[in-house]
Nanobody, 119 residues
Framework: QVQLVESGGGLVQAGGSLRLSCAAS??????????MGWYRQAPGKQRELVAR???????NYADSVKGRFTISRDNAKSTVYLQMNSLKPEDTAVYYC???????????WGQGTQVTVSS
């Protein structure tokens, strides 16, 4: 299986920054062979895609975070990052790491990390 462990969440004031990390382990052949993304879910709302990086390295962002958030990866460390700048209270949510293992199309989720942005 694939295990995903998120870290880096916390409490920050509006306008501040956080960097989330997602470390992948298990039956992988490098995160550059998978599509990985960050999702978030606020209370009472559906889980939504925040950012995604494909095996090719191409990235996609939700309109609400484009220009403020950046997804990147370190293949040697099997780790994906989400740099979050200019945070807003509306960004408050549990952030989840997601991986698609392309060779068998399995999908994996991390346990989530809480991000809280105060006004």
């Amino acid at each position: 299986q694939v295990q995903l462990v998120e870290s880096g969440g916390g409490l920050v004031q509006a306008g501040g920054s956080l960097r989330l990390s997602c470390a992948a382990s298990g039956r992988i052949f490098g995160i550059n062979t998978m599509t990985m993304g960050w999702y978030r879910q606020a209370p009472g709302k559906q889980r939504e895609l925040v950012a995604r990086i494909r095996d090719s390295g191409s990235t996609n962002y939700a309109d609400s975070v484009k220009g403020r958030f950046t997804i990147s990866r370190d293949n040697a460390k099997s780790t994906v990052y989400l740099q979050m700048n200019s945070l807003k209270p509306e960004d408050t949510a549990v952030y989840y790491c997601n991986a698609n293992r392309l060779w068998d199309a399995n999908v994996f989720w991390g346990q989530g990390t809480q991000v809280t942005v105060s006004s």
